[in-house]
């Protein structure tokens, strides 16, 4: 079993501090030994060390007519921006946030679905950040660093590869690409992680540790965290949830196998169902993916009978999916995220969780919540922005990145 | 994120120093303290504290020419006698190990799979360990624990209660049975966690933290480890790999649902795919499930073709199923286990790696190992006796369980 020094328990010390801070917003000291369990000596002692690098602020001081005065401690927002990014088949979204990760503004850029260069992507982010950078006024040498969501795997040890099957990406050098053109800390990862980390930071985390987070867009996945730690799988692979099986032999996947939970709940899957239901329904006339994905919120509102079908059989799959994730994990939380579950999910999780109790076992079903997450803003640029601060404190010696592997640490100094 | 307290850090180097032991047999405490990577001052107190209570002894005493005499240091099996019990469907089978988790001996009763009145199984319970006592010789008063694995949800925080869905168990208080029979104390898990941390401890565990051990019999399920730590889910019910989906509306399960992995995986599963080929089949005729597969493993042998087209079907839904929980939780050892695994995974495992990388995501398929467990005699058994020894240990207040949950720790007194 991997052991524990005191190293990291400090570090973990740190990162409560701050969560802590995050969760119950601007605290005293005392709140703060009360929210975490920390002894005050070593609240005392990581405050001290915050505040030098001003990384914490003190917001207000409150005088008592006995003893020392009470400081209410926060974090510092403008000790740097930090740009989280969600790349998507469909679109590149750049969010500017504050060092609270509070969003500034965002600049959004569409991608073709049907172009998959490196250098058109590459080109993307750049022109997503170029336009969130402009509206938010940030002024590009307090970027503290930059966070990347690639919808693939990324391989960190292989020096931030990203394979992204959809793209036919082998082995694409993400974060030397982007570092050359923006010269700021670039942190890359896989968006299934980020949803999770932006959940456990800003969503049912605050109550629990274990949660999946479903993500329905183009692709499917799910970021898996269990008794408060990220699962990231041997290869930072984990969360495929979309290329588990809802049918042997069944519909072909994009990924080459057939019958994956992909090939029914990501986009495309959906379209194809509509299509077993009328195939010449306008909604699948739409060229663009979001195109039909609106088409069907709209044609949903108007009772189209053809979309109440789709929405019905939708459910049904998403039942039979997650009924999957939670008997094999006995997840106590199951929140649903990306941009499908934003469009559809008045529809879908009312009829879902009616059917889940024929999908998932008794002892699992005890308990079970499921419900669209509650993480503000776009969760994808949530998450990143909060592995990008992470990588920051860790740079400046303050905690070695709790959530990021250890072979990621391979960042520039700051900006 | 939970936090680790100092007295947890403590607890982990105890299990430390005890695994270390169980890996590298006798050992100086230099020795220890390079495997483990401890202090030289931690191992030696904890070393200290192990002999005092008889746990540990000294094996062999090597002088030197210059310096101290290095004392080589190894589990006390002689301290107290273990029970590990296996109960499933058709048998219960109790091992007596000594503290150093050595078999002695067991006893095996079968059970009759169409009875399954909670009387029944735990007079069957205590006349293998009847017989597991006699044939070892086991002095009673020095049994300092009972560990009883059940094939259905086991619910510490319910007074230890069974609910076995295949016995229509609903809440049977098993513990108290236990107990008031025997007047030892017991400890109830289910099998999944138990062949878990019998791989943990004595088989991949050794070389990694993360592993999935799939255990195929009459039901089927997997124990999974992340990260060194078993995961047990909200309500220990983690493991159901066995009700996950391979076909949606496909056969129906004995859980409800249709098309779970274990309607294609258990022995009933087994039974109804060779019904498929060939409904007329000899093997068909065994009465009990265990003559059913060992009426196949001899058929195999000698080349039956309907035998032969049945392998080839499971290791395909072999590869299928274990495909989804490699591609959700990119886990990079699979073991097999259990007694269907046993008869035949000779036949099953060589074709199920051909398929397997249709089924594996790329990125989870590298370096991913999948083979039959090498941990010895009865996993389940001896991952139950390895429970019992955390809680003798946490009686003793050596060490509070690394792998029980704290709800479970109601036991009693050491005998």
């Known amino acids: 079993m991997p052991r524990q020094t005191s190293r990291d328990l400090r570090n973990e010390s740190r990162f409560e501090v701050l969560h802590a801070l995050f969760e119950i917003g601007p605290s005293t000291r005392q709140e703060i030994v009360r929210h975490t369990g ?53 679109y590149v979204d750049a969010t500017v946030f ?31 950040i170029d336009s969130a950078v402009e509206t938010t006024g940030t002024e590009r040498d307090r970027i503290i660093g930059v966070g990347v969501s690639m919808p693939g795997q990324v391989r960190p040890d292989a020096g931030v590869s990203v394979f992204a099957p959809n793209w036919d990406w082998h082995d694409v050098r993400i974060e030397e690409l982007l570092e050359k053109r923006l010269g700021s800390s670039v942190y890359v990862d896989n968006p299934l992680k980020a949803v999770a980390l932006a959940e456990m930071w800003f969503g049912v ?30 290869t930072n692979n984990a969360g495929e949830w979309g290329h588990t099986l809802l049918q042997l032999d069944g519909r072909l996947c994009r990924c080459g196998r057939r019958g994956c939970v992909e ?76 941009w499908t579950s934003a469009a559809l999910s008045e529809w879908l999780i009312p009829a879902l969780l009616e059917e889940l109790p024929d999908h998932v076992l008794p002892g699992s079903m005890q308990g079970l919540t499921v419900e669209a997450s509650k993480v503000p803003g776009n969760a994808v640029a949530l998450g990143m922005a909060a592995f990008t601060l992470e990588q920051f404190l860790g740079r400046l010696g303050l905690a070695s990145p709790a959530s990021t592997p250890t072979m990621r640490r391979r960042l520039r100094p700051p900006a």
């Open 38 to 90: 920390l002894s005050p000596a070593t609240v005392a002692t990581l405050v001290t060390e915050f505040l030098a690098e001003g990384v914490l602020r003190i917001a207000t001081v409150e005088r008592s007519t006995v003893g020392r005065p009470y400081e209410r401690l926060t974090i510092n927002p403008d000790r740097g921006r930090i740009i989280g990014i969600d790349v998507a088949e469909t």
């Open 98 to 128: 504050d060092l609270a990760l509070g969003p500034l503004g965002h600049g959004e850029v569409a991608l073709d679905e049907h172009e998959n260069d490196p250098a058109y992507v590459v080109d993307g982010i750049i022109r997503a």
């Open 205 to 234: 985390g605050r109550v629990a540790g274990s949660m999946a987070v479903v993500n329905l867009g183009t692709g499917v996945g799910a970021g898996i965290a269990v008794d408060g730690a990220l699962i990231r799988g041997a």
């Open 263 to 338: 090939a029914y709940l990501g986009v495309h899957g959906l379209e194809m169902s509509l299509a077993e239901i009328d195939p010449a329904h306008p909604a699948l006339q739409q060229p663009l993916q979001r195109g039909f994905v609106d088409a069907v919120a709209e044609g949903l509102v108007a009772g189209d009978p053809a979309l109440t079908e789709l929405a019905r059989r939708t459910s049904h799959y998403l039942a039979a999916g997650l009924g999957d994730l939670v008997n094999l994990l006995n997840i106590p939380y199951v929140t649903l995220t990306g």
